[in-house]
């Protein structure tokens, strides 16, 4: 959450944003299991009870924790996504138009999982939801991986001028964005190798180069 928009928040919203925050913190650092509300009111600096106020308990606040992250990605790029589902619906894409919507979402993607400190965390979070799967999964499959797979994966297809709904294009999809995990999931193994330190802008743009190279072969090989 941007400066910008904490100082428009009143004392109660702020008072839940900051417990927003310090269960991301906590639930990504020690999974669902091993976070206590104890634990999670320290950090945030607030009592047990005000935690009950404004989640009822250790899983609601999980829950508004996921939540949370498919708002901020939908603020990110729900304009763009938006448009292209609605795009793909109306049947009358081309394969070119397809792909350009496909470069328009690369770009975005990896602009948003490298933005900022906020990110980072919400990043940390969604890794250890991967990994353990706890009351917030449900959440972000249902609000962000099935709905954005979905999408790329329906481009792919449109891309390669055939029609959406075939196994091969949503594996393709899932391959494709989950190879932008190298910069998430395992990053620091992946500066490591590479010897970077960040990923700063121009990485970046490195990075987005690479995955639309890896969509050229998916976009590429010819229908069957």
Request: glycine share 8%; aromatic share 6%.
């Amino acid at each position: 959450m941007s400066l910008e928009t904490k100082s428009r928040l009143t004392p109660t919203e702020m008072t839940r944003a900051r417990i927003l925050e310090a269960g991301m913190r906590c639930f990504a650092r020690e999974g669902f299991t091993g976070a206590t509300t104890r634990m999670i009111a320290a950090e945030a600096g607030v009592s047990l009870p005000v935690i009950a106020y404004h989640f009822g308990n250790k899983e609601g606040l999980h829950r508004a924790c996921a939540q949370e992250i498919v708002e901020q990605y939908s603020r990110r790029l729900l304009p763009l996504v938006s448009a292209a589902r609605e795009a793909a619906n109306k049947g009358s894409l081309s394969a070119t138009e397809a792909r350009d919507w496909l470069d328009r979402i690369l770009d975005a993607l990896v602009k948003a999982i490298t933005a900022d400190a906020e990110q980072r965390l919400t990043t940390d979070f969604v890794q250890r939801e991967m990994r353990e799967q706890g009351p917030g999964y449900a959440v972000l499959f249902e609000g962000l991986w099935s709905p954005g797979i979905g999408l790329v994966a329906d481009l792919l297809a449109i891309a390669r001028n055939r029609r959406p709904g075939r196994e091969e294009e949503c594996a393709g999809a899932v391959m494709l964005l989950t190879s932008l995990s190298a910069f998430t999931t395992i990053e620091p193994v992946s500066l490591s190798v590479l010897g970077w330190e960040r990923l700063d802008e121009t990485r970046r743009d490195t990075v987005t180069a690479l995955a639309k190279r890896l969509l050229d072969g998916l976009v590429g090989r010819p229908p069957k």
